[in-house]
């Protein structure tokens, strides 16, 4: 099964509102990670978190981990068209180098002009 | 895609026939990965390298199989497509130092 589920599953917003996705997993992790996905493209790496981390930003990004729920919360905000795309949770269990990561399904976001 | 090909892009075979689909990186990292991605799935860890000649198994590797000669190169083979290999694969890359995962732009593969 899935180790991170994302909320919502989609969403749509208007060009300069603010868009949060939510993540949520099972087991405990070392870090967990925010990827995007445009149409028909690979995954791009955009932000991750440690698991003795609590928040963390980057640019119009900021990422928040609440390990005793389990869970976190990735937001854009003042959203543009081109930031329309999937948006991916994976969780990194690996404590050693390199990565094992478990992706959820996504978050379909639009961002309409 | 930070310097990882996959090939083909694109490709339509038929039940019963064994597909190879190749990943190459100019990066020299030395984790490569491959994943599998469907509908209400997301991406799901087929295998994986943690060096030349070292491989492990994902969560979906059954009918799968990997070869990596060369720290550039990780080969997928599906032994004997079936319809349920129908995806979209991505192969991806990340070094020692790096939790950080990259990835190339998918090969489509539809088997009829």
């Known amino acids: 099964s899935q180790q991170g589920e994302e909320d919502p599953q989609a969403l749509s917003i208007q060009e300069g509102e603010n868009a949060t996705m939510n993540c949520s997993y099972k087991?405990?992790?070392?870090?967990l990670q925010w990827y995007r996905q445009n149409s028909g493209r690979g995954l791009v790496h955009l932000i991750l978190i440690r698991s003795n981390e609590r928040e963390k930003h980057s640019g119009r990004l900021r990422v928040t981990l609440d390990t005793s729920k389990k869970s976190s919360s990735l937001l854009i905000t003042a959203s543009r068209a081109a930031d329309t795309a999937s948006y991916f949770c994976?969780?990194?269990?690996?404590?050693?180098?390199?990565?094992?990561?478990?992706f959820g399904e996504g978050t379909q976001l639009t961002v309409n002009p | 895609d930070a310097g990882i090909t996959q090939s083909p892009r694109h490709k339509v075979t038929e039940t019963g026939t064994p597909v190879t689909l190749r990943c190459h990186q100019t990066e020299n990292h030395r984790y490569m990965y491959w994943y599998r991605q469907d509908p209400g799935h997301g991406l799901r860890l087929i295998h994986y390298?943690?060096?030349?000649?070292?491989?492990d198994k994902g969560e979906v590797s059954d009918g799968y199989s990997v070869s990596r000669s060369k720290t550039e190169d990780f080969l997928l083979t599906l032994e004997s497509a079936t319809s349920s290999q129908t995806s979209v694969y991505f192969c991806?890359?990340?070094?020692?130092?790096?939790?950080?995962?990259?990835f190339g732009p998918g090969t489509r593969l539809t088997v009829t």
């Open positions: 991806a890359i990340s070094d020692w130092f790096s939790y950080e995962q990259y």
């Open positions: 994976a969780t990194d269990t690996q404590e050693t180098s390199g990565s094992r990561l478990t």
């Open positions: 390298s943690y060096g030349v000649k070292d491989t």
């Open positions: 087991t405990s992790i070392n870090n």
